[in-house]
């Protein structure tokens, strides 16, 4: 069986709020021209939002300029934040709440909603076909085709029905190749697609290294008289702080007597022995965070990496026939914990500037430099660029000095210097043998849980029998090296049970992999101190299927 190909102007790959936003407004502007334009979207999930994962508080701004009628057209924006709470976690059972006067006003959320970013992109997605926008879920992006020239010409989707030898199976289809004359890489924190073009084409040569954390959420229902619809709270310290690490906390109470909680993991932390899907399980018992809990039932668990490098981190963000765009650039604003709507922004500008070029007679492939100007020119790279020392500050200098540094930085004058940490987050792990070791309470099935039950909930699944996407550069790796030197954290950075160290009935030692419980959160890509995992897309419409996350 051949492959089939189809052409279009422009490809998108991934339907989130970034690669979404291309695609309503690349459509509205040829609309409005009267101009054929072909534009295609694809996305790994088996349903538009079902790979999505955010907090989320979700600032408007991009919205009222795409949709500018949004809650006549029925957006799921609904709970304004009434309320927001800042706290210090200073142990298991006591909290500093902090003074607004004293909060960075970047943490301020007046305007904004609680929202399930899930349910956004479903709606965008909507707007995105009622434009004429073509969208293919369940078809995942696993290769790109290069041009004769090297340009990027397209991408190819993954064969389906193969076996984990990579043979053909009775089911086999052949994946299609899709060729654009621009081609939109959208695929969220630490894209496997995204990562191979910044190599290829040396996008962050000018960049600091880029930083990341785990973010690990759960939906709750909760009784009536503990839900104020709106109340926002957010805190660091306590669990973290115990094992050196940074990170926080958020707890929003969203619409329908729905509470979303949550702890980001930063993945700079050093104690190869520290689990944030541990950390986050012990958090829920502080008592800060339990009494809005307490009788309510967990409905949803997921987990997803976090690209928070934020303005010095961001790599060239257009080369040759493609552009990389949103959470696959890192344009999340950190010092707001926000990323929807400066992903969405982007995407928004690479519209206008490819459209400007297909309709001036550009054929495709070239460089579209003057995104970067029009980049520069726009709201999202000045509130990038004002915000650029906010998370360099809390890794150099914790989190009292560098959020009193920050405190000044964005409340009182912007500091006349730029911060920068250039420690990439996997070197940072020490071996097991200088770390205090940690003892995580058992779970009680009221509060917290193990992982098994929390993947069953988060509704992930993989055909069985399918090649394995956790690729090993090297086998031997994981017992020869990590689980010597680092206790193999791998068993403990995944907040799915997918790495396992297992002995047989002769006493060896084997490292098992269950890539049936992937939540698709990067984790392993970004941490694993040998940088010997790379994930890659598994067949199409794998993975969690997320509601109102």
Not at 400 to 428: M, V
């Amino acid at each position: 069986m051949q492959r089939e190909s189809m052409e279009f102007d422009v490809v998108i790959v991934g339907a989130g709020p970034a690669g979404l936003s291309t695609a309503c407004r690349l459509m509205q502007q040829a609309n409005d021209a009267g101009q054929e334009l072909m534009v295609c979207v694809v996305e790994k999930g088996a349903e538009v939002g079902g790979h999505i994962l955010s907090g989320a508080v979700v600032e408007p701004r991009a919205l009222d300029e795409l949709f500018p009628e949004w809650k006549a057209q029925g957006a799921p924006l609904k709970t304004e934040v009434t309320e927001d709470q800042i706290y210090l976690l200073k142990s298991g059972e006591k909290a500093t709440k902090i003074p607004n006067g004293f909060v960075p006003k970047t943490m301020h959320n007046h305007g904004n909603y609680i929202a399930s970013v899930g349910n956004l992109c479903r709606w965008l997605a909507e707007q995105a076909e009622q434009l004429g926008v073509e969208i293919f879920p369940g078809f995942p992006a696993s290769h790109i085709i290069y041009g004769d020239d090297g340009r990027v010409a397209g991408i190819g989707t993954g064969d389906m029905g193969l076996d984990e030898n990579g043979e053909q199976k009775d089911s086999y289809m052949p994946g299609m190749d899709l060729l654009a004359k621009y081609t939109i890489f959208t695929e969220g924190c630490r894209g496997h697609l995204g990562k191979e073009l910044i190599a290829k084409f040396e996008l962050d040569k000018d960049a600091d290294a880029q930083h990341y954390g785990i973010g690990i959420k759960e939906l709750w229902d909760v009784p009536a008289d503990q839900h104020q619809p709106g109340l926002v709270l957010h805190g660091a310290g306590w669990p973290l702080s115990d094992a050196g690490a940074s990170g926080g906390f958020f707890l929003y109470h969203a619409e329908d007597n729905q509470v979303v909680v949550g702890l980001i993991t930063d993945l700079n932390y050093d104690n190869p022995h520290l689990s944030p899907f541990d950390e986050f399980q012990r958090m829920k018992h502080h008592p800060l965070i339990s009494k809005y809990l307490q009788g309510g039932k967990r409905v949803s668990y997921g987990a997803r990496a976090i690209t928070k490098g934020g303005f010095n981190a961001l790599p060239k963000m257009t080369m040759p026939g493609a552009l990389l765009l949103g959470c696959d650039a890192g344009t999340l604003n950190f010092a707001k914990i926000k990323g929807t709507h400066t992903a969405m922004k982007s995407g928004m500008i690479a519209a206008e500037t490819i459209f400007a070029a297909l309709t001036g007679g550009d054929e495709g492939g070239n460089d579209l430099t003057a995104y970067g100007e029009n980049f520069k020119n726009s709201w999202v790279y000045e509130e990038l660029y004002s915000s650029r020392n906010f998370g360099p500050a809390l890794h150099k200098y914790g989190t009292l000095i560098g959020g009193a540094l920050n405190f000044i930085d964005q409340n009182i004058f912007s500091l006349p210097f730029t911060i920068r940490d250039n420690h990439a987050d996997y070197a940072q792990m020490k071996p097991a043998s200088e770390c205090a070791a940690i003892s995580y309470p058992k779970p009680d099935g009221v509060l917290s849980f193990d992982k098994p039950s929390s993947v069953f909930i988060s509704n992930t699944n993989h055909e069985e029998n399918q090649p394995c996407h956790l690729k090993l550069k090297d086998s031997s790796i994981p017992l020869n090296h990590n689980l010597p030197k680092f206790n193999e954290p791998a068993q403990r950075y995944c907040p799915a049970g997918v790495y396992e160290v297992l002995e047989n009935d002769a006493g060896e030692k084997l490292f098992q992999i269950n890539s049936q419980n992937c939540v698709h959160c990067k984790t392993c890509d970004i941490k694993d101190p040998a940088q010997n995992i790379t994930w890659v897309a598994p067949e199409g419409g794998g993975g969690p299927n997320y509601p109102n996350m």
